[in-house]
Nanobody, 120 residues
Framework: QEQLVESGGGSAQAGESLRLSCAAS?????MGWFRQAPGKEREFVAS????????YYADSVKGRFTVSRDIAENAGYLQMDALKVDDTATYFC????????????????WGQGTQVTVSS
C-alpha cells in the first residue's frame, strides 16, 4: 500500500525550469526531497510539513526551488527554477517522520527516483 512515485525529471539547460511530482498513497507527516549523484551521499533538498505547509530548504536551492503539495491529490511537487549544472542528480521523494527532516534516516519510504540532467 505504501508507495511514492516520482515523475517529471528530464533534461534541461542551465537557467531553465523543471517541475517534479511525487504521487503518494496517502498524505505523509512530512514529504522530503533529496538528490543523489553517483558516488555521493544522498543530499537534502527541501521538505514540506504536510498539514501546515511549512517548508524548509537547503541553502544550495534557496530562492530557486519551491516545494508544495496538493492534499486532495496526495501529491507533492518540487518546482526547480534557475537550474544549474550542479543540480544534476537523481531526485527522490520520501515520507518523513519529523520536520524539517534533513537526514535520510528520518524517512520511512522512498520513491524510485527521477533523473534530472542540467547542461550548459
Amino acid at each position: 500500500q505504501e508507495q511514492l512515485v516520482e515523475s517529471g525529471g528530464g533534461s534541461a539547460q542551465a537557467g531553465e525550469s523543471l517541475r517534479l511530482s511525487c504521487a503518494a498513497s496517502r498524505g505523509p507527516f512530512v514529504m522530503g526531497w533529496f538528490r543523489q549523484a553517483p558516488g555521493k551521499e544522498r543530499e537534502f533538498v527541501a521538505s514540506i510539513k504536510w498539514n501546515s505547509g511549512a517548508t524548509y530548504y537547503a541553502d544550495s536551492v534557496k530562492g530557486r526551488f519551491t516545494v508544495s503539495r496538493d492534499i486532495a491529490e496526495n501529491a507533492g511537487y518540487l518546482q526547480m527554477d534557475a537550474l544549474k549544472v550542479d543540480d544534476t542528480a537523481t531526485y527522490f521523494c520520501g515520507r518523513g517522520i519529523s520536520f524539517p527532516g534533513t537526514l535520510p534516516g528520518g524517512y520511512e519510504y522512498w520513491g524510485q527516483g527521477t533523473q534530472v540532467t542540467v547542461s550548459s
